[in-house]
């Protein structure tokens, strides 16, 4: 049975760090898109991040280029997302997400298009 579980969400204040990681229970999946959401209350959820995992190519939300980064330990079946200069903005839930069957073409950032999804952490920036 397939679980993704997510780790390292806290409070910081705006300008800190974070390293967000998703461990990927018995998935196998190959050639295929995972991603970082985020849902903030009263908002819809978004997509943050993703990478294909067929040749490691990244996507990004406007919002977090050039601060975050996301990527993959395929020794430890992680998926990362490191967060820098957070923001007040930032605050959300963050969910990790695993087997699209492509990133390209805007599909990383359609919630739907994932079949695995983790139970979220907190991710809290004061100012």
């Known amino acids: 049975q397939v679980q993704l579980l997510e780790s390292g969400g806290d409070s910081v204040q705006a300008g800190g760090s974070l390293r967000l990681s998703c461990m990927l229970s018995?998935?196998?999946?190959?050639?295929?898109?995972m991603a970082w959401f985020r849902q903030a209350p009263g908002k819809e959820r978004e997509g943050v991040a993703a990478i294909y995992t067929g040749g490691g190519s990244t996507y990004y939300a406007d919002s977090v280029k050039g601060r975050f980064t996301i990527s993959q330990d395929n020794a430890k079946n992680t998926l990362d997302l490191q967060m820098n200069s957070l923001k007040p903005e930032d605050t959300a839930m963050y969910y990790c997400?695993?087997?699209?069957?492509?990133?390209?073409?805007?599909?990383?950032?359609?919630?739907?298009?994932?079949?695995?999804w983790g139970q979220g952490t907190q991710v809290t920036v004061s100012s």
């Open positions: 997400a695993a087997d699209a069957q492509r990133c390209s073409g805007g599909y990383w950032a359609r919630s739907w298009e994932y079949n695995y």
């Open positions: 018995a998935y196998t999946g190959r050639r295929k898109c």
